[in-house]
Structure formats: C-alpha cells, structure tokens
C-alpha cells in the first residue's frame, strides 16, 4: 500500500508542476508592440512593412495584414519567450506562427 501512495503523491505534485509550468510560460504570439521589443514606433513598422511585402509574393491565401502583424511581432523580440530557449531560426519561427495563426 504504501508503494501505491508514493506513486499516487508522485503523480499528483507532477502533474501539478507541469500545470503551472505550463501557465507560467506565454504563448509566442501573445500580445506585444513595439514597446515591449525595445524596438521604437519606426523601426517597428519598417518590420511590418517587410513582412507584408514578403506575404504578398506569396501565394497562399492568408490575410497579409494579420500576417504581417503577427511576424513582426515575433521577429522584433530581442530576448526569447521562452527563458534559455534558443530558436533555431527566428525568421522560420516567426512566419510559420503568423501563417497559422492567419
């Protein structure tokens, strides 16, 4: 029996770490401006307006606006969403999160 409680004890604070560890972390494409990149009003939009620039040489049906948001949002960030993490390419992250998000 008291096999089986350990297990049950191991369980239940596992699982309650990954809850909040999962609540802890913010998703990619969360809310943000330009303030909060530590980018100013300008550059921010010269990002925007690359972004929009690449969505319209493409051909998938998706809304260029939201896409470009979206993608410069992400792009702009100078420190990772995730504390330590390292993305392998920022560019890839970025356009694949708008395009699915779009």
């Known amino acids: 029996m008291p096999y089986n409680l350990r297990i049950l004890l191991f369980m239940l604070f596992g699982g309650a770490a ?9 998703p990619l494409t969360s809310g943000g401006n330009s303030g909060k990149s530590g980018l100013n009003e300008a550059e921010f939009k010269a990002a925007v307006s690359a972004e929009l620039a690449f969505c319209q040489k493409q051909p998938d ?5 939201c896409f470009a948001n979206k993608s410069a949002i992400i792009r702009s960030h100078q420190q990772p969403r995730v504390p330590s993490a ?15 998000g779009c």
């Open 86 to 100: 390292v993305y392998a390419d920022k560019e890839d992250l970025a356009r694949g999160q708008a395009a699915l």
């Open 18 to 26: 990954v809850v909040i560890a999962v609540f802890q972390v913010p």
């Open 61 to 65: 049906a998706v809304n260029c606006r």
